[in-house]
């Protein structure tokens, strides 16, 4: 709970534009972010902001497991992960359809094949 606490502060005042626009949605389970938006401009904001870190709350992102569904490089130069158009985005336990929308469980744990 401390956690969530912390780091919807740390939203609030790092992570203002991308919270408040009403296209975008940034979620975030204890510690692992999901941002799904229209805006590129926006999605290269949060992937650079959070791959810059934000020291006074301790937060540094693993470069390799960030994942895109476009095409990315971190303003210091980092190639970003991307996820083919027919692959499935793994979040928390779940995967996502970036096409479809559609949501279901990441099984890969119990049936040992990885997305």
């Keep these: ?3 969530g606490y912390y780091y919807s502060q740390m939203e609030r005042t790092h992570l203002s534009e991308i919270v408040q626009d009403p296209d975008s949605l940034l979620l975030r389970w204890v510690d692992d972010f999901l941002f799904v938006t229209p805006h590129r401009r926006l999605a290269d904001k949060f992937l650079n902001t959070m791959h810059a870190g934000i020291p006074e709350y301790g937060c540094v992102i693993n470069h390799d497991k960030t994942l895109t569904n476009y095409t990315a490089v971190t303003a210091d130069g980092h190639k970003v992960t991307r996820i083919g158009a027919s692959d499935r985005f793994p979040w928390c336990g779940f995967l996502l359809d970036t096409v479809t929308l559609e ?8 049936t040992g094949e990885f997305y």
Excluded: A, E, G, W
Aim: aromatic residues 10%; glycine residues 0%; contains cysteine.
């Design 1 to 3: 709970m401390l956690c």
């Design 103 to 110: 949501v279901s469980p990441d099984l890969s744990r119990y």
